[in-house]
């Protein structure tokens, strides 16, 4: 499985391209499937479980790359957190200066959206619910 900390402290403090972002969410995905293992549902579980762990701590820590990065993960896998979950992150990335990040949150939003009601979620488990809110 992958660490906590998606990227090194100079990728935080400097202004991303898309296809730097677009790498690491490639890389990230790779890493989850790999620690998911071969049984279908048990694989899905672990996906999800490791999405939730991440965006916990993307969240607990108020990294907004780290909170987009986890959104782009969970857009490319077609799973979405709960809606409540997604419009807190929203809302934290849209502040950012970062046009890729900003670009990346309107990219999930429109992939969970065209997903409709089928879309599937996944279940938040936030790390301290005290640090979430």
């Known amino acids: 499985m992958i660490s906590s900390s ?3 402290t100079s990728a935080n403090r400097r202004q991303l391209a898309p296809k730097e972002v677009l790498h690491f969410i490639r890389a990230i995905v790779e890493d989850i499937q790999k620690g998911a293992g ?28 780290d909170i987009a990065l986890v959104l782009g ?7 979405f957190p709960e809606q409540e979950v ?21 990219a999930v939003r429109h992939r969970c ?9 996944f279940t938040f488990a936030p790390m301290d619910e005290g640090v979430v809110r």
Request: some cysteine.
């Open 73 to 79: 993960c969970a857009a490319e896998l077609m799973i």
């Open 38 to 65: 071969r049984d279908q549902r048990q694989g899905e579980i672990a996906v999800e479980r490791q999405l939730s762990h991440l965006l916990s701590h993307a969240l607990a820590t108020r990294s907004l790359l």
């Open 86 to 106: 997604l419009e807190q992150c929203t809302a934290a990335v849209q502040k950012s200066d970062q046009p890729a990040l900003r670009g990346l949150v309107w």
């Open 6 to 8: 998606f990227v090194t």
């Open 113 to 121: 959206i065209r997903g409709g009601k089928e879309a599937r979620r």
